[in-house]
């Protein structure tokens, strides 16, 4: 039985339940995932790890403790996993995931924080290790009392990065270490010499921070590839990552090779997502052209035989260096033969699946579409030709599928909140339209309209901007800016991609830079007259706009100029106050592309996009968000701005969260920025207040 929400509010969404990708064994029978889950009850988050029957699609719970993460399989039926046994040590643990309510047993405990696992089968009843943990800049691991606290608080920097993301950067990097597991007798043991440190001695870091993960290493029969910065240059003026290769036979090496750099000539930009064949002789990965732009075109590439690093491929290659194919490649995924590649790549407001051949030489065709709705995540082989992904949409939070490459046939194994229905959402609600942009091209926006929506009644509008500013609006789920959250409020939401966006082809992500405030801006007002024009359902006279990030860039700019006129309410979560401060944040190869170069050497672009500029004309009610860990877009920023509004006698409010980065991610700060957003925008829509603040509704999820 499927229990719905009497209403799609914030304590809904963020009590349902959060469910990671599905891993399949490689029998393709079982497949591991997590679910956490917060009570705003008992004000705590419950964390399980369960097995999902792929032919029955029941799921069974494993284990149920907070401690236990990343199950990571070692046969058709064992499974690795981490369990936490202090603030920074870990034990590495083996379960059986047939037996729920088994006790697991444990391979060895680490004084320190291991993280990041993959598993391989290298042949000789032999698993390839590796994971991550702190290290050393030597590369050696950092136990969690190998360092004395010291006396004083003070600290010094001779060089960037002085703070990365959210926290100052430490003499520390993380690093990858690797094992052999066998199993003797009934259990599986940790070879001697236990674990290795794959980057001693290289100053290396991965994964990259700060948001390295696995896939940014990868192991095979031959050892393992990584993706690492360029030690020779500033990481924070550039974005240049290299794959590197360590040759490896048996993951038992006392001391492993120094890496190998993987040349790829004119490719200097961003490397990721290296994968093995799965025989182990072979590597497709991505990599950038430019070294200091970070939504640069990916490029596919090739390495035909790891032991030939000097031969690398590219697919789509074209005489003039822009590539055949202009949509960005995500994840990449070896077929059963290593004859096809999948691959994910965002398009039109979704991330689709793709297939092509494995090698440049017979990719003469583009990449041929699985998949047309919601967007793709993670997604692996089943052993017998199918894939097994995970997907969400703008209804549905996570859903478990089969796909067959050769028929597009999908068949849905498992839905968290079935297909929507659990929400009291469906699919019904989502809309699109293509506008005319402010040259010689269209863009797209998305629509989500509330589950009771009359075409016959008006509605007013939520006018919802993205950051990035190189992202785009797309058919999926989020946690933090859900357009459904809006329109179950009584909003439309319309999401415009602009110029900026991504999905769209490489020019028009390119379009933004050095104009940040000009063919986007004129392409939300091309926007905003034709909702006006043709959608006689939605009330522009009484609209509000919303936006985070570039987003929050953009509402500051909106206030100073004629569209900002047009809104009864603003709301700017994290943004630019001022463009002349944007050397405040910690990459400063973003400001230098997008600008056109540093402060000193082109500071009439900065000047002339600067939302400051003209707060003399800022005049709409304003709510203003912005968290003291955010080191990307300092608080000052947002400080500044609600400064100028409550100087001016503009209505405003300021918000913010003294634990909280660019996002705010912890549950119960979540739902009060969900209250004050709503809160603020209802006010001013003349939409009901009320309920915001009262306790969740009583939803239960299958």
């Not at 360029?230 to 038992?252: Q, V």
């Not at 912890?666 to 001013?684: F, M």
């Amino acid at each position: 039985m499927t229990v719905m929400a009497t209403k799609f509010t914030p304590e809904v969404l963020l009590s349902a339940p959060r469910r990671s990708a599905a891993v399949p064994n490689d029998i393709g029978t079982l497949a591991l995932f997590t679910v956490s889950q917060y009570s705003f009850e008992s004000h705590s988050r419950d964390y399980a790890i369960k097995v999902l029957d792929l032919k029955t699609g029941q799921s069974t719970q494993l284990f149920n403790d907070s401690a236990y993460t990343e199950p990571t399989w070692v046969s058709e039926t064992d499974f690795v996993f981490v369990r936490k046994t202090g603030d920074s040590s870990t034990s590495l643990m083996v379960a059986d995931a047939t037996k729920p309510g088994s006790d697991p047993y444990e391979v060895k405990s680490f004084n320190t924080s291991i993280s990041d696992i993959k598993v391989k089968d290298i042949g000789n009843g032999t698993l390839a290790l590796v994971c991550s943990a702190p290290a050393t800049a030597g590369g050696k691991m950092v136990g969690s009392t190998d360092e004395k606290k010291p006396l004083s608080t003070g600290r010094v920097f001779d060089n960037l990065f002085v703070r990365h993301w959210d926290s100052y950067v430490s003499k520390n990097k993380k690093g990858l270490f690797y094992g052999a597991l066998k199993k003797e007798g009934d259990t599986f043991k940790l070879q001697d010499p236990d674990l290795v440190s794959a980057l001693a001695r290289t100053g290396f870091e991965c994964p990259v921070q700060p948001f390295g993960d696995a896939s940014d290493y990868d192991i095979g029969k031959e050892g393992i590839v990584f993706v690492a910065k360029d030690l020779d240059l500033n990481p924070a003026l550039w974005t240049k990552t290299d794959l590197y290769y360590i040759p490896l036979k048996t993951f038992r090496e006392k001391e492993p090779p120094f890496p190998k750099i993987v040349n790829t000539g004119d490719l200097q930009g961003y490397a990721g997502a290296p994968v093995f064949s799965r025989d182990g002789t072979k590597v497709a990965f991505k990599r950038m052209r430019n070294r200091q732009y970070e939504s640069d075109k990916p490029r596919l590439l090739l390495i035909p035989d790891i032991k030939d690093l000097g031969n690398v491929q590219e697919f789509y290659k074209t005489d003039d260096g822009e590539g055949g194919w202009d949509l960005q490649p995500e994840d990449i995924v070896w077929s059963n033969d290593d004859k096809e590649l999948y691959v994910t790549a965002e398009k039109n407001g979704r991330q689709i699946l793709y297939k092509l051949p494995s090698s440049p030489l017979e990719a003469n065709e583009l990449p041929r579409p699985l998949t047309k709705e919601g967007s793709i995540g993670d997604f692996y082989n089943l052993g017998d030709g199918r894939l097994l992904v995970t997907s969400t949409s703008l209804v549905d939070n996570s859903s478990y599928s089969i796909i067959d490459p050769e028929s597009k046939e999908i068949g849905l194994v498992s839905s968290s909140s079935k297909e929507g229905k659990s929400f009291g959402l469906t699919k019904h609600q989502f809309d699109e339209f293509w506008f005319k942009g402010a040259g010689d091209y269209h863009c797209h926006a998305l629509v989500m309209k509330p589950s009771n929506f009359d075409s016959n009644k008006k509605y007013p509008l939520a006018f919802l901007i993205h950051g990035g500013p190189q992202g785009a609006w797309s058919e999926n789920w989020s946690t933090r800016w859900n357009p459904a959250v809006f329109a179950e409020q009584g909003y439309v939401a319309v999401m415009p991609n602009p110029t900026g966006s991504t999905g769209y082809g490489q020019a028009l992500t390119d379009g933004i830079a050095k104009d940040w405030g000009g063919r986007p801006y004129n392409d939300l007002v091309n926007c905003f007259d034709y909702i006006a024009d043709n959608l006689p359902y939605v009330d522009t006279t009484n609209a509000v706009a919303l936006g985070a990030s570039y987003g929050g860039y953009m509402i500051n700019w909106i206030q100073g100029h004629p569209l900002g006129r047009k809104f009864k309410a603003l709301v700017c979560h994290d943004g630019i106050f001022s463009t002349m401060n944007m050397w405040s944040t910690e990459e400063l190869f973003f400001p230098m592309h997008d600008m056109g170069g540093t402060l000193w050497e082109n500071h009439e672009n900065y000047a002339k996009w600067d939302p400051a500029a003209f707060v003399g004309e800022w005049l709409t009610p304003q709510l203003v968000i912005h968290n003291e860990l955010d080191y990307r877009l300092p608080i000052s920023e947002g400080l500044a701005a609600f400064n100028a509004l409550q100087a001016r006698g503009v209505p405003s409010r300021f918000l913010f969260f003294p634990d909280e980065n660019h996002w705010v991610l912890k549950p119960e700060n979540s739902l009060v920025w969900h209250k004050e957003v709503l809160g603020w925008i209802n006010k001013w829509t003349g939409l009901d207040t009320t309920g915001l603040a009262d306790d969740a509704e009583r939803v239960s999820f299958d």
